[in-house]
């Protein structure tokens, strides 16, 4: 995947400027808030993505994104900064969210305060308009850089391999392409240049 060697790439961009966690999370350009500009999750092992993924999903889980998780289990990219004035209260919000698997408890008393994990694909997939089809696996989403409020979620048509985008919620279809790595590059390139500080 084309996807696979662009992340790579942005990963080996940042040099020294990356930190990396006990659990293999990488966080690129580490700060504050948000915790790092772009973070990506260690890989799955086949084993795992056929035991909580491919044997329990009621259909065929896409191999597009087993090659991805086999990669990343996961990322969260172009993380910007929200500014709220005048309280000057500040949060962290990822533009481009891909989903994986959680492989420690969410329990904070066992889990690492730094053991970050990303958004579990099993729980997300299941928030979604009810007309969309059961057949689309929704494996991330993406904030729009048009107002930076209206959240997009990506679903692969388990039949057809075609990944469309809604509106977080809605059925209509605002995007669609051939292929999940077509998207993935596209929707990379779309924010790529979207602003690191917003103030609302």
């Known amino acids: 995947m084309k ?6 790439e942005l990963k080996s961009s940042f040099g020294e400027d990356i930190l990396i966690r006990k659990n293999g999370a990488v966080l690129l350009k580490p700060g504050r808030v948000p915790i790092c500009r772009h973070e990506l999750f260690s890989p799955l092992k086949q084993e795992y993505i056929e035991t909580y993924f491919v044997n329990q999903y009621s259909n065929e889980f896409p191999q597009e994104y087993i090659d991805f998780l086999r990669n990343f289990n996961g990322a969260n990219l172009f993380n910007i900064k929200f500014l709220l004035k005048p309280e000057g209260f500040e949060f962290g919000q990822s533009m481009l969210t891909l989903f994986g698997l959680p492989l420690s408890p969410p329990n904070p008393e066992i889990r690492d305060v730094n053991g970050e994990e990303p958004f579990d694909l099993r729980v997300e997939d299941t928030d979604r308009h009810k007309n969309v089809p059961r057949t689309w696996l929704k494996c991330g989403c993406f904030l729009s850089n048009k107002d930076y409020r209206t959240i997009m979620d990506i ?4 039949t057809s391999h075609k990944v469309f985008v809604c509106e977080k919620r809605k059925s209509k279809i605002e995007y669609e392409w051939d292929n999940l790595d077509s998207a993935l590059c596209d929707i990379f390139e779309l924010l790529s240049n979207c602003d690191e500080v917003i103030v609302v």
Do not use: K, Y
């Open 155 to 158: 679903f692969i048509d388990t």
């Open 3 to 8: 996807f696979i060697s662009l992340l790579n």
